[in-house]
Every structure is written in C-alpha cells, then in structure tokens.
C-alpha cells in the first residue's frame, strides 16, 4: 500500500555508533516518505539469531542482514543497507520506486573487483559479485529460502554470492548510483549512494575521502 511505510534495516557496527547516526540522518535528511528503520543490532536479535562470528565475517551484519524477509514475515518489500560506512544524498522513495516483482532481490551489480583490499585496516580477498550485498532490495515473498535456521547456517559464500535464489536471473539490477564504491569508481556527481568501502570518514581529522564535506555537515544537524 502506497501510504505504508518503507521498510530500511541498517547494518549496525558496535564500534562506531556515531557513523550509524549520521547515516540515519542523510536518509532522514532527503526523504519524502515515511522510514521505518530498524538497526540490526546483535543484541537485538540474540533471542534467534544464534551463529558464531567466523573468520571470514568482515562486520556484525554480515549474516544477520539476510534475516530481514523473516523479521517482515515474507511479506512486502524491505531495504537492507550497511549504512554505517554509507550516505543517502537522494530521496530514499525514488529507490523505493524502483522495485519490480519480477525480481527476488534487486541490487547494483558491481563488476567483479580483483585482488585484495582494505576494509577497516584488514586485508580481504575479493570474491564473486563482491559488495552486492551490501544494498539489497528484497522481494520478501520470494525469498522463503532464507528461513532463519538456513541464516544460522549457511556458508558465507553461499548467502552472499546468492546461491539461495533459484537462478541468478532472480537478481534485479539497479543503477550504479545507488551504490557508488568510494575508490573503486569514478567519482561522479550524480550519486546518490556513497559508500565508503575502504574506511570511512573520521570525526577526528580530515582524510581526504571523496564527499568526506557532505559527511560532517550531518553531524552539525
């Protein structure tokens, strides 16, 4: 129903609840909609949410992220975002808009970036369709698969490489801008998704990163 609202769950990391805050507030900031945003925040989901960090587990979420069609009941469309290494600088409503139920899950189809990055300080290897699950529409009636025993479950690989969908043609593609990679692609205006793979801005001192301006002057909101 048109005047529902949208449904966002944000990425929460434990380390840094500030970057959390002012990425609520850039979504907060341009939307036309009402948002319902819900942090996936481990405490919050203890009572079910059960695995064991592993070592190939980069944040807090990087499981609990594919729970969100179980916490709506498979039922509409919900948004999953990292969040706290991004920032919305568009109105929310118009990726809402783009769902299509033709899709399972909609996301941007980054290219397949090679070799190793920093995330964090850390090293990782990159990995097929790398960061396409870090902005995730869900089609949440056609994505049954992720029951919450599967989540506490299943590979790393095979819940971010999508192996829980019937084919890869389930997967809908959005426009780039709506998950521009900081350092990876080429800096445009016209983005309407930052995000922030290899660090993120710092309250501290200046560190250079591109739209790293826009990111303080939510703090002074």
């Not at 900031?29 to 481990?42: F, G, R, S, Y």
């Not at 949440?140 to 192996?163: I, M, P, R, S, W």
Request: hydrophobic share 40%.
């Amino acid at each position: 129903m048109k005047n529902l609202p949208i449904r966002l769950f944000v990425g929460y990391f434990e380390w840094s609840p500030i970057h959390y805050h002012a990425f609520v507030q850039s979504v907060l900031q341009h939307a036309t909609h009402p948002v319902a945003i819900t942090p996936l925040k481990l405490n919050h989901l203890k009572g079910f949410f059960t695995r064991e960090r592993t070592p190939d587990q980069l944040t807090d979420f990087s499981y609990s992220r594919f729970l969100v069609p179980y916490l709506c009941n498979y039922e509409g469309w919900a948004i999953f975002m990292d969040g706290a290494d991004m920032m919305l600088r568009e109105d929310i409503s118009k990726l809402w808009a783009l769902r299509d139920e033709a899709y399972d899950v909609m996301l941007v189809k980054h290219a397949d970036i090679q070799g190793e990055h920093q995330f964090q300080g850390k090293t990782i290897s990159s990995y097929k369709m790398f960061n396409w699950s870090s902005l995730m529409l869900f089609n949440n009636a056609k994505c049954t698969k992720l029951t919450l025993d599967y989540v506490n479950n299943a590979d790393y690989h095979e819940l971010h490489q999508f192996k829980w969908l019937a084919h890869v043609d389930r997967i809908g593609d959005l426009p780039a801008t709506w998950n521009h990679l900081v350092g990876y692609h080429p800096p445009r205006e016209d983005v309407a998704l930052v995000h922030w793979t290899q660090g993120v801005p710092s309250m501290k001192a200046p560190s250079g990163l591109a739209f790293e301006e826009e990111w303080r002057t939510l703090l002074l909101l």
